[in-house]
């Protein structure tokens, strides 16, 4: 298993992320899945074997289930080496402050899932969305409170925009308070939109980029093809939206071509891919079953080759969203990969 730093803290992360929404299983939820106890213990084990050494959660998986679950399987005696992370801002309750980020929801969802994680700290607590009705100020002054307590280490934001991001990070900077050390963002071969702004902020700020949901739900896996059932959104779950089918299979196609060819999955192919992008420090993966997740780990040590990646970059490169003078940022000396700067003659 690589380690690579997060962002510009000094903290090492494993390239893979225990992903755990499939933990409980109740609501919502239990379309992606219901792992109790028993499995999600040897699912844990079988991670931190493989040398992860971050779990990622949110106080809202199951209505605190996954945390519950999380707590009980590691038994309240954390190794030294296993990082948690945990979210909050979304509705977990009736009441009229049980979602946002305002500081009583905020400082409330975290002590609330340190007694569910049974630990006395979180490693990395993320902004799960954006909060529009409450000023970023209090939101950064509440995680400055939390971090001060040492009821978190570290702090970032999932879902955000890139203006969002940036405003956050001008707030912490200005008043002397935690900044984001990382992002959370879905990006895939099928969902290349981050590239536009949320990698090149990446990569500018330092913040290192948690990839979740890296399969597309799934459809990345090489499991599902262009005339087979596809299981999440036919049992009515559409995280993350597909909007171009054609282009998708298409995708899928080559992914599974050149697993063939090196005798390894699609989905392997599909995260070693992602793995070799700027800015990303890690992929959370989650599973149904160990051998999926067994499958899922072995891309860690999956190099693809330069001819392989072109393939890639090829059948799933975005459409032009934006003008020219919009790119200039992702230039080859600013960013990294040429295959970041769009294709001016298309414009």
């Not at 971050?54 to 679950?69: F, K, M, P, Q, R």
Request: proline content about 4%; aromatic content about 6%.
């Amino acid at each position: 298993m690589e380690y690579r730093t997060l962002g510009r803290s000094g903290l090492k992360v494993s390239t893979l992320t225990l992903g755990t929404m499939t933990f409980g299983g109740s609501g919502p939820f239990a379309a992606v899945g219901n792992s109790d106890l028993a499995e999600a213990s040897r699912i844990i084990d079988t991670c931190i074997d493989a040398g992860i050494n971050l779990i990622d959660t949110a106080n809202v998986y199951s209505n605190g289930l996954s945390e519950e679950i999380i707590g009980e399987a590691l038994g309240g005696k954390r190794k030294s080496d296993v990082l948690i992370a945990s979210k909050a801002r979304m509705r977990i309750g009736k009441g009229p402050n049980d979602e946002g980020l305002s500081r009583h929801h905020l400082i409330r969802e975290c002590e609330k899932s340190l007694k569910r994680l049974r630990t006395e700290v979180i490693d990395i607590y993320f902004l799960h969305e954006w909060d529009g009705t409450t000023p970023l100020e209090e939101t950064i002054a509440a995680l400055d409170t939390l971090v001060a307590q040492g009821k978190i280490r570290y702090v970032g934001c999932s879902n955000y925009s890139g203006w969002q991001v940036m405003k956050a990070l001008g707030i912490s900077d200005s008043q002397h308070q935690p900044r984001f050390i990382t992002q959370q963002i879905h990006y895939t071969l099928e969902a290349r939109e981050a590239e536009y702004e949320l990698l090149p902020i990446s990569v500018d700020q330092g913040l290192g980029v948690l990839v979740w949901s890296p399969l597309a739900g799934g459809l990345l896996s090489g499991k599902y093809r262009r005339d087979s059932p596809t299981a999440r959104q036919l049992a009515g779950w559409s995280e993350p939206p597909i909007r171009d089918e054609d282009r998708l299979w298409r995708i899928v196609d080559v992914l599974v071509d050149i697993g063939a060819a090196r005798g390894v999955s699609a989905a392997q192919v599909a995260l070693a891919w992602l793995l070799g992008r700027p800015a990303v420090s890690s992929l959370v993966i989650g599973a149904r079953n160990e051998a999926q997740l067994k499958d899922n780990l072995a891309a860690a040590a999956l190099a693809l080759t330069a001819e392989e990646r072109d393939r890639l970059d090829a059948v799933s490169r975005p459409p032009v969203l934006y003008p020219y003078w919009h790119q200039q940022f992702t230039a080859k000396d600013r960013f990294g990969p040429a295959d970041l700067v769009l294709d001016r003659s298309v414009i």
